[in-house]
């Protein structure tokens, strides 16, 4: 690659990680004293949990939080967010999370290209309000757009799970079990499966499709769980409800 290519690429990236952190600090302003914020996972989610441990640290905001995954359990710790856990609050105020893709107009969500998507729907869909962050590179008009289905499954019998994944989806799904050459296992010791649907007409059917299946544990799709999006573009963060 030539460098001028490599530095617009950089420049590009650096675009988008800035409209990552203004949805996640546009998100954060929502977050009120007192309340149990479930803390999502990914790039964007980072953000979220960076600002939101400088709401703590500089103005002193009382908050528990209750992460999605173990990374997001390092980095609350790190930058000084007080943790809960179900025990102490089985029903969150908020959460905040990022998306792979956001489906227009619905707001139904494809999530868990980070592998944390069982641990990211339960608090989802434990939480009163479920905001969602991204920049605007993450809507489509079609789920599976840009973003494969993960599929949580047990480990034990998965080849069973991909042979039968292989006929969901109205022509079928390539799985793909490989991420970066070796097996995904998940914070839960699953493993995820990745669905390649050439097109998904019915998020619902193919839901319950998934979900019939033996042995599988929840899939990536988030139908029905989505209070509002904020999606920082150019021209500032917007706000879309379903
Ligand atoms: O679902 C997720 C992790 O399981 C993430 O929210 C999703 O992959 C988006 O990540 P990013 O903000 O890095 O684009």
């Known amino acids: 690659m030539s460098s001028d290519l490599e530095t617009d690429k950089a420049r590009d990236v650096a675009a988008i990680e800035r409209l990552k952190d203004q949805a996640a600090r546009e998100a954060v302003r929502y977050i ?43 980095q609350a710790r790190e930058v000084g967010i007080p ?6 609050h089985p029903e969150l105020d908020i959460a905040i999370d990022g998306a792979d893709e956001v489906l227009n107009g619905t707001l139904f969500l494809v999530k868990g290209l980070g592998g944390a998507l069982l641990r990211e729907k339960i608090v989802a869909s434990a939480a009163k309000r479920f905001v969602v962050i991204v920049d605007e590179s993450k809507l489509v008009d079609h789920l599976g757009t840009k973003a494969p289905i993960p599929v949580e499954v047990v480990s034990w019998g998965w080849e069973r799970a991909v042979h039968l994944l292989n006929k969901t989806g109205s022509i079928g799904c390539k799985p793909r079990m490989h991420r970066d050459g070796t097996l995904f296992v998940t914070d839960n010791g699953n493993m995820i499966i990745d669905c390649h649907y050439p097109s998904i007409e019915d998020p619902h059917a193919l839901s319950e499709a998934i979900y019939d299946i033996v042995g599988v544990v929840d899939h990536g799709m988030f139908l029905n769980l989505t209070s509002e999006v904020l999606v920082a573009g150019h021209g500032g963060v917007r706000r879309m409800v379903p």
């Open 32 to 74: 009120e004293d007192g309340m149990v914020v479930g803390l999502g996972t990914g790039s964007t989610a980072r953000f979220m949990i960076q600002a939101l441990g400088e709401r703590v640290r500089d103005e002193g905001l009382r908050v528990w939080g209750l992460p999605t995954s173990e990374a997001s359990t390092m």
């Open 83 to 88: 943790l809960t856990n179900f025990a102490a």
